[in-house]
């Protein structure tokens, strides 16, 4: 049975830390300080395009094969509960690894249905959400 699972992580940006020559480009000044970005500010025009570049790298080799990433949510899914837990122990691994921490609330794990970005997947196939139908509908 298809299985899946939605990982959503902790203060996105903010995990993606910007380059030491690149922090003064992120410099401002109010009356009495100057400020930095150490970190990813959501404002920056190219902030999603640099953390899709970064998400992408660290999940290259698992991008179409059993995941699918879309800014801070990753789908993980897979043929059959083996499988899956096999697919995830990866995914965490390779999040652990890059140093990337998840919002365990937004998490859910071992699907059987999921919502991912106004579609519905299941054993059956991929569907559009009917919430998102209903919207446009009224």
């Known amino acids: 049975m298809a299985t899946f699972s939605k990982i959503d992580l902790r203060s996105s940006y903010y995990q993606l830390r910007i380059r030491g020559k690149d ?10 300080e100057h400020y930095e970005f150490k970190v990813m500010p959501f404002e920056l025009a190219n902030a999603s ?3 899709m570049d970064m998400m992408y790298h660290v999940f290259q080799s698992y991008l179409d094969s059993f995941v699918v990433v879309f800014i801070d949510e990753i789908l993980v899914y897979s043929q059959n509960l083996e499988k899956h837990t ?3 122990l990866l995914v965490l691994g390779n999040l652990r690894e890059h140093q990337l921490y998840v ?3 937004k998490c859910e794990f071992w699907l059987i249905e999921v919502r991912f970005l106004g579609h519905v997947m299941s054993q059956e196939g991929v569907g ?3 919430s998102k139908v209903e919207v446009v509908l009224a």
């Open 23 to 32: 922090v003064l480009e992120t410099a401002f000044r109010s009356r009495y």
């Open 49 to 51: 395009t640099a953390f």
């Open 86 to 88: 096999s697919h995830l």
């Open 103 to 105: 919002n365990l609330r």
């Open 128 to 130: 559009v959400d009917p």
